[in-house]
């Protein structure tokens, strides 16, 4: 198994901290005017999510992590795992709801999301930065309504609640930020 050195260590580095994955968040190398040189570094557990904050004496070394980030499509949801497909060797991988978190909102069918795999279990899922959904339910919009007069909520196919312009109207097609959970704009059929 690879180890990386303190003089390694950058952000998006992919390590082993007590059989956890983690990746550095930021590195500071410190050297002190009296005693040993050592790096100040904040991980980020990719299991947890919690951010940890650890020093290590300038020397020291940590484990490589194998943790994979690929391109997969989304299949179908079960009820209890989302299944992906890897577009190239078409194997299937099974994510249950911890890996999935809050991106079940915004996976659509054949939609292509990065997973990260550790072990080659998934261990989490990002949606596509933008995705196009159905509108399924809004309140009518009335005559007047443009896009400065405030908007209203509306919930999409896959079940996400979005704030959207009065002027949307049910069965409309809407393209929204994934990472942000916003509106952006109606896509022409």
């Known amino acids: ?17 007590d059989g956890d994955p983690c990746s550095i968040i930021e ?13 100040r570094v904040k991980l980020r557990n990719l299991i947890t999510g919690r951010v940890l904050e650890k020093t290590f004496k300038s020397g020291e070394s940590l484990e490589a992590a194998d943790v994979v980030e690929t391109e997969m499509q989304y299949l179908y949801n079960d009820g209890e795992f989302w299944y992906f497909m890897d577009p190239n060797s078409f194997e299937q991988v099974a994510a249950d709801g911890k890996a999935v978190a809050d991106a079940k909102q915004w996976l659509k069918e054949q939609a292509l999301c990065t997973v990260t795999l550790w072990n080659g279990a998934p261990i989490s899922v990002t949606p596509p ?47 929204i930020d994934t990472r942000t959970g916003d509106y952006v704009s109606r896509v022409g059929k």
């Open 129 to 175: 930065n933008f995705v196009e959904l159905q509108v399924v339910e809004t309140d009518p919009g009335l005559r007047g309504d443009t896009s400065g007069g405030g908007n209203k909520p509306a919930t999409l196919e896959t079940g996400a609640v979005v704030r959207v312009p009065l002027f949307i109207q049910t069965d409309e097609i809407l393209k």
């Open 27 to 39: 590195n500071e190398f410190v050297k002190p005017g009296k005693g040993q040189a050592f790096n």
């Open 1 to 17: 198994m690879a180890t990386y050195s303190t003089n390694e260590f950058k952000a998006g580095l992919k390590v082993l901290l």
